[in-house]
């Protein structure tokens, strides 16, 4: 997501993968539920496995009703136009997914007006957008809407813990403005600081989760809220051409995810605090372990990054870029348990050439 994806260098075996979670292969399990899903015609509401999927999905993220949709920047903007109306404001961590990464969508497909905040740490708190918020005058356009992303991509893979999140929910909701949370990778949050999905998006008034990237799915986000609230995204999802036929193939996989790929993600965090352990004892380079607080690692360089991306894919190493001298790493499923020095190694290597 943070760079154009590359493909291994010719002739030269991939050794790790750490461009994304995205990159995750289905399990087995997923690969035999798939071929065994029983499937209607999900836009007339046929599909038994969507509808099971939907069913477990609301209850799993602790809302009243969920749609699957094809993708998490889907799920997202279908949030916002569901929650604004033309010419609201929304008001976004400066950093954050829904406003880099989702080729102006805020704009271009609700018609509303995208405010950033800027934070030390992708967190907003109830200071930061009381100071953004601007009382009412015929001069301003409406407030309406606070997205949260949790995990912050690019602050790192950072959580925002739920006494905070609860908080500016709290402050949020008393002045009006709904709350939307970006969860592509909230099941990385909630393991972090061990609680359940519900939990951590309880504050929320819709909620996305990603299925396609720790938790393994090939495809597919679940966005999650009220009744109403589904039902006004399920129009806007056949509006973007998500209207899916038979999709109970991709569902049969996204309910393997719910139901037992969470607790696993503790191994990817695990890895990824000991590759940063690796890498903070590299010159060249600047890697804070102590700030790794899920699955993404974040280096910066004393030289631009592409070179040394280029010379860490030589040496099988693939990874992105998140910066001019900042790279980013992702550990998953797929990655092996001896990744840590293998990657120190790589990254020695490429520093040198």
């Not at 289905?26 to 038994?48: I, K, L």
């Not at 477990?56 to 969920?66: F, I, Q, R, S, V």
């Not at 970006?182 to 990385?188: E, F, M, S, T, V």
């Not at 309910?255 to 503790?266: C, D, G, Y």
């Amino acid at each position: 997501m943070l760079s154009e994806k590359r493909r291994p260098v010719e002739g030269k075996p991939l050794l790790i993968d750490l461009r994304s979670d995205t990159v995750t292969k289905p399990t087995d399990e997923m690969r035999r539920a798939m071929s065994q899903a029983e499937v209607g015609d999900d836009v007339y509401g046929e599909d038994p496995t969507v509808n099971r999927l939907e069913e477990e999905a609301a209850a799993w993220l602790g809302k009243e009703a969920a749609l699957f949709v094809p993708t998490g920047t889907m799920g997202n903007q279908l949030a916002v136009m569901a929650h604004c109306l033309p010419g609201d404001e929304v008001y976004v961590e400066a950093e954050s997914h829904v406003y880099w990464y989702e080729n102006g969508g805020i704009a271009r497909l609700s018609l509303a007006q995208p405010r950033q905040i800027p934070t030390p740490n992708g967190r907003l708190t109830p200071q930061l957008l009381e100071n953004a918020l601007r009382p009412p005058n015929i001069h301003y356009t409406t407030a309406r809407l606070v997205c949260v992303e949790n995990t912050h991509n690019r602050a790192g893979g950072r959580v925002q813990p739920k006494l905070e999140f609860d908080a500016l929910s709290d402050f949020a909701h008393a002045r009006g403005l709904k709350v939307h949370l970006d969860g592509a990778r909230l099941a990385n949050a909630a393991v972090a600081q061990g609680i359940s999905l519900a939990d951590a998006a309880k504050g929320a008034d819709s909620v996305m989760c990603c299925l396609s990237k720790g938790l393994c799915a090939p495809v597919g986000s679940v966005l999650a809220g009220r009744k109403d609230f589904i039902e006004s995204a399920r129009k806007g999802r056949k509006l973007l051409g998500g209207g899916m036929r038979q999709a109970g193939v991709l569902a049969a996989a996204g309910l393997v995810s719910i139901r037992s790929m969470v607790p696993r993600l503790a191994d990817d965090h695990a890895l990824a605090k000991a590759i940063a352990e690796e890498l903070a004892q590299l010159e060249g380079l600047s890697c804070d372990a102590k700030s790794v607080e899920t699955n993404m690692i974040m280096v910066d360089l004393d030289r631009a990054a592409e070179p040394v991306i280029e010379a860490l894919g030589r040496e099988g190493v693939l990874c992105g870029s998140a910066g001019p001298r900042r790279i980013r790493l992702v550990t998953h499923r797929d990655v092996a348990a001896a990744a840590p020095k293998d990657v120190a190694h790589a990254f020695a290597a490429a520093l040198r050439a």
